[in-house]
């Protein structure tokens, strides 16, 4: 039975999971945080919507409630910190369901914690953006969940996925989480990639041929490697991703694109580093995402260059 959870990340995705499980399960409910961010969210709260919420924060152990689940919703290049902040604070039997773009978050969690079951999971279709510190959404979206196959669905996964729906969250399980997941990831890596690479709103897609090039060279590197790491995966996904991808509406930006214009860091190494490596490993020509990574890895680091010039 879950009764207590902790969520860590309280950007976009975050924030709309804990609008509803905070007002949900209050005092069963907490924000993992350590060092200086602890701080000021024990301070300031999160303001989502206008409207300031301030949950519990734990950064160690002793301060409370033992975790029957843990969501781990931030960027990926902050996984590996994350890893290390919430390790004092799991117990053995502690479920752990990681919303984090791209494919490696699910296999490095279990390697950090191999006693503690480490679900899949896909955040989609929510419109959630950050505004200086506070954030805003209208569409909450849909918190998709499993193992990697579930048929059938264990007891657990079904546990999790109904105390998300109890707190009014959109949750549900899939047969084959690993395709789901690799689907998001061919959407990211070729709309998230062409919009940076370009520069551009996603009504630009539908106007301009090059860049739907650019998106399917991407996400055609992609198909072949799921071939060889036997995912479900075909060009049929690719057509409905880029398809899905020319229906967004024209002042949509793309998180990454709002990352680069920000001044943040960008998951690049999530989409396009990924799909080299991946490539080395299996020997399949990587050309499309290798370009995009050494550009966009270039343009950050002038940008970089230039801010302290």
């Known amino acids: 039975m879950i009764k207590n959870i902790g969520v860590v990340g309280a950007g976009s995705v975050g924030s709309v999971l804990i609008s509803r499980l905070y007002p949900a399960y209050k005092e069963h409910f907490c924000l993992l945080a350590s060092g200086d961010r602890s701080e000021r969210l024990r301070k300031s709260g999160i303001c989502i919507n206008d409207e300031t919420l301030t949950p519990t924060v734990f950064s160690d152990v002793s301060q409370g409630i033992a975790l029957d689940l843990v969501i781990i919703a931030v960027k990926s290049y902050s996984l590996d910190s994350v890893i ?80 998300l729906r109890n707190a009014g969250i959109n949750a549900n399980i899939y047969e ?48 072949e490697l799921a071939k060889a790491e036997k995912v479900n995966i075909t060009t049929e996904d690719r057509d409905d991703i880029i398809k899905f991808l020319l229906g967004y509406p024209a002042h949509k930006k793309m998180s990454m694109l709002q990352d680069v214009e920000a001044g943040r860091p960008i998951e690049i190494e999530e989409y396009a580093g990924t799909v080299v490596r991946l490539g080395k490993k299996h020997g399949i020509p990587t050309p499309a995402n290798r370009f995009i990574y050494l550009s966009i890895a270039a343009k950050k680091k002038v940008s970089e260059l230039k801010r302290h010039m």
């Not at 752990?96 to 006693?115: D, M, Q, S, V, W």
């Not at 070729?190 to 739907?212: K, L, N, R, T």
Request: glycine share 8%; proline share 5%; charged share 25%.
């Open 84 to 163: 290390e902040d919430i390790r004092p604070l799991l117990q053995k039997d502690t479920i752990i369901l990681p919303l984090l773009n791209g494919i490696t978050a699910t296999e490095r969690l279990k390697e950090a914690f191999p006693e503690n079951r480490v679900l899949y999971g896909v955040m989609i279709r929510t419109d959630a953006h950050r505004t200086g510190h506070k954030v805003y959404y209208t569409t909450p979206g849909e918190v998709q969940l499993g193992y990697a196959y579930n048929n059938p669905v264990r007891p657990e996964v079904e546990q999790v996925c109904q105390y």
């Open 176 to 223: 084959d989480m690993k395709r789901i997941q690799w689907r998001k990831w061919m959407l990211n890596t070729g709309g998230s990639q062409a919009a940076v690479e370009v520069g551009v709103e996603c009504g630009y897609f539908e106007q301009v041929d090059e860049i739907v090039e650019i998106i399917r060279l991407c996400i055609d590197e992609i198909v």
